[in-house]
């Protein structure tokens, strides 16, 4: 019996196929279940891992569904640049809302409601708050930051304005009405959003 | 021994009473251990009810918590109106962000805080997220709305455009600074966001 044979019939797997594993089991139980679903045990059991193996590798279940969700959802980090930031942001928008409400091949309703369970339990769980922002926002933030300088430097946006403030008037006026549903979320809001951000609402 | 004294001498309190009280309870431990102290359990001992008394008035602890936070609340439902939108949004939305971020009577932290683990907590408790919708949310947005109007009316504000959406690109763009803190929540924040939501962040 080869080594390998050997440490395979002794269930030591690589530490690296162990790690998939687990984040694929955890992104499993996240997307059909739900955020309350991924506990320590539950991952453990479901990828045939020691509840030990998880506790050393994720300070909390919470930071482990954030890196699970990322590393396996259907979500890119995609921004279109076409040189019309308008239109850019219209088509980057539309594609959020309708990956947010729209059945998707491992959400049933759309990844919407498992972004707002991770951003739920990110108000009581800082590790999973910190693997959110590691894995997710701040890399979209700064993604969307780097559209922004250079739509304004071909004359699209003016000067002056904080850049940060526009990531939060449509991508955060999005996950308002994810997280506090008083008002529905729609493609026409997306295009209604950008550009309200863009033309203002204040009468000239 | 009178009817009434009968009555409290065996412990039986008006049921108005004995809500105000459980509502107190409930407010005192949000406000001092967070959103997760907040169970049936611990808000019956703490106001002397049976928890028999809360499961037939409230559907969840969660619920519970919204409404004890509102009836609780330092915060008022206020709405500034001088006459001059842009001045009257930016006194609103500073002192919001104040509120969210400055120590308060009772609450270290500020509000933020607080609203966090309440916003957080509906996102897997639809008791609570209809309690916060009723008691906060939805109202909040009507007064805001209506001062849109108002302001539309005296030509402030553009004609046809969805006021709605204003609604999300303020306040909303604070929730996502206190939900997902990738960058900071100030008042230079809130006085930036009116500007740039009046003026637009297009070049002309």
């Not at 482990?64 to 979500?75: G, I, K, N, W």
């Not at 693997?131 to 304004?152: D, G, I, M, N």
Request: hydrophobic letters at 45%; proline letters at 3%.
């Amino acid at each position: 019996m080869s080594e390998t044979a050997q440490r395979r019939g002794r269930g030591r797997r690589p530490a690296g196929e162990v790690r998939e594993g687990v984040l694929r089991a955890a992104a499993d139980l996240l997307l059909s279940e739900g955020i309350k679903a991924v506990t320590f045990d539950r991952v453990a059991s479901a990828a045939g891992s020691s509840k030990m193996t998880l506790y050393k590798w994720w300070p909390s279940a919470g930071a482990l569904a954030a890196e699970a969700y990322f590393a396996h959802s259907e979500h890119q980090l995609e921004f279109p640049d076409t040189g019309d930031i308008r239109a850019d942001l219209t088509a980057q928008l539309r594609s959020f809302v309708r990956l947010l409400t729209h059945e998707g091949e491992r959400t049933r309703e759309g990844t919407g409601s498992v972004l707002a369970g991770l951003i739920g339990v990110a108000q009581t769980d800082p590790e999973l708050s910190a693997a959110f922002s590691e894995h997710y926002s701040a890399p979209r933030r700064a993604l969307a930051v780097a559209a922004f300088e250079k739509a304004r430097d071909r004359g699209q946006l003016r000067a002056g304005i904080d850049l940060g403030i526009l990531v939060d008037q449509l991508w955060g006026a999005c996950y308002n009405r994810l997280l506090i549903p008083d008002a529905p979320l729609t493609e026409d809001y997306a295009v209604a959003l950008v550009n309200n951000a863009l033309d203002g609402a204040a009468a000239r």
